[in-house]
């Protein structure tokens, strides 16, 4: 858990805190405040805590850094949970590495390219970002599957296209397959690129094939036009000597 900050237009800092899980790197938006004492702290953590309730695999650990909002009665929330709370170094951000990305992650991918008016369009933003996070992102170290999981995508065995849907939420591309007589699936990921007729049983690793072969592609393309370049410039030197 951490927070980070978002100045809005009017020069206002609001405070957003959230909780990520390291095994899933799923996220729990918490809330965002611009005045973020001891009570709304511990509000928030009592919030949290009463979804952990529900959860098949307990919750162990709790890491936290040593921020003055978080204060004893924060603490007593998730200790009656049987949740250990494990305090991070002074001043070592990396000990709590996973969270460090969300932020640099959510910064990059939604909020800076947001104007943000008030609390309550940081609200409505994040949490449209982070629904996509959990349900849609794909993650390397989750074998390109979202936090959530993957849907399951019907098998396709037959020879017509399938027609594939596409939807912008914050900027961000959702594609989803149409509704067919065997059922509806879902290709997750925030692929810029549609591709209407697949051939491919794993439409995601289709995909990500693709886009590495373009790289590859265009890193031959640029490595052969700066030698013909090298070769053009060396053979007028040689001309004009």
């Known amino acids: 858990m951490d927070f980070f900050t978002v100045d809005t237009v009017w020069l206002q800092r609001l405070y957003v805190l959230f909780f990520i899980e390291v095994g899933s790197r799923r996220i729990h938006f918490a809330g965002c405040t611009a005045h973020p004492d001891a009570e709304w702290v511990t509000q928030q953590a009592r919030q949290v805590a009463w979804t952990f309730a529900e959860r098949a695999e307990p919750v162990r650990f709790l890491i936290r850094d040593h921020d003055r909002k978080f ?20 001043q070592v951000p990396e000990a709590n590495g996973i969270a ?3 932020v640099r992650t959510a910064r990059s991918e ?10 309550r369009h940081l609200e409505r933003a994040l949490t449209v970002f982070i629904d996509h996070y959990n349900g849609w992102r794909p993650h390397r170290s ?16 037959a ?19 149409a509704r067919r007589d065997y059922g509806e699936g879902q290709l997750r990921g925030t692929y810029h690129r549609l591709v209407v007729e697949l051939r491919s049983p794993e439409p995601l690793a289709y995909f990500a094939r693709a886009s590495s072969h373009e790289r590859r592609s265009s890193r031959m393309k640029s490595a052969n036009r700066g030698s013909s370049r090298m070769g053009s410039s060396s053979g007028s030197r040689s001309y004009q000597g």
């Open 159 to 177: 020879t017509q296209p399938i027609t594939v849907n596409r939807r912008d939420r914050l900027g961000l591309n959702q594609f989803l397959q």
């Open 71 to 90: 204060t004893g009665s924060f603490d007593t929330v998730f200790e009656a949970e049987n949740i250990r709370i494990v305090r991070t170094p002074i």
């Open 100 to 102: 460090e990305r969300f």
């Open 110 to 119: 939604c909020l800076d390219w947001l104007l943000i008016l008030s609390a």
């Open 142 to 157: 989750l074998d390109l599957a979202s936090p959530n999981g993957r849907t399951s995508v019907a098998t396709w065995t």
